[in-house]
């Protein structure tokens, strides 16, 4: 069964671009557009998609809350926001509100595939780069002292073994890797993962990283 792919942008551009790149790829089919965040729910509603491409920069209803609002809904598909990596606090902002991960808009297509099919599997798309990146972010604001002590509290109800899977989590790996380095079967490595999602209250993978993150350098 091919994964469903809404594609929402201002940019007709973009979006045509998109979806011919895309209609040559196996096991993806994109199944509609929205021109706006305004759009988006309608656009769920119609296409019932299994992941959505979301710009971050949209002239009425950004790619921000449109990510809360899909969030928000029963059944709510993965979120990718598109971007092009100018403004650092917005894709932040943009993974807090449940995105599960973000793409160049210049990212090659094979990536793009491997991203959507990343997402859709329930893993994120958080590479070491753009983990040390977010870690810059956050470390570098005004109320950076105030969240680590937040982070670190939540952080402290982990058991030892979710506390290393946690850890590599926030360091951007999948979790294949985690399961080779911490010497476990991937499907433990998802059992801890789910674990975590419950204990720390988050709801995807990529919000933990950032919980990580944001508890400091320091934090190990």
Do not use: C, W
Request: aromatic fraction near 2%.
């Amino acid at each position: 069964m091919s994964i469903r792919v809404v594609l929402v942008d201002d940019d007709a551009l973009v979006r045509s671009g998109l979806k011919m790149m895309l209609s040559g790829a196996e096991g993806i089919e994109v199944v509609g557009e929205a021109d706006d965040g305004r759009g988006v729910l309608a656009a769920l509603d119609r296409h019932r998609p299994d992941v959505v491409l979301m710009d971050i920069r949209m002239p009425q209803v950004d790619g921000i809350e449109a990510t809360r609002l899909v969030r928000e809904q029963p059944d709510a598909p993965a979120v990718v926001v598109l971007t092009t990596f100018d403004a650092d606090e917005l894709v932040l902002r943009a993974l807090q509100a449940g995105a599960a991960g973000f793409l160049l808009k210049d990212t090659p297509p094979a990536e793009i595939v491997r991203a959507i099919e990343t997402v859709h599997a329930g893993d994120a798309m958080l590479s070491p780069t753009v983990a040390r990146r977010l870690i810059s972010l956050v470390a570098g604001d005004g109320e950076a002292a105030a969240r680590a002590d937040r982070a670190r509290t939540r952080l402290e109800l982990l058991s030892a073994r979710e506390h290393e899977v946690a850890l590599a989590v926030g360091e951007g790996r999948a979790n294949a890797e985690i399961a080779t380095e911490l010497h476990m079967s991937v499907a433990t490595v998802k059992a801890h993962v789910s674990k975590l999602l419950s204990k720390l209250g988050v709801e995807n993978r990529v919000q933990i990283a950032l919980l990580v993150q944001s508890a400091g350098k320091d934090y190990n």
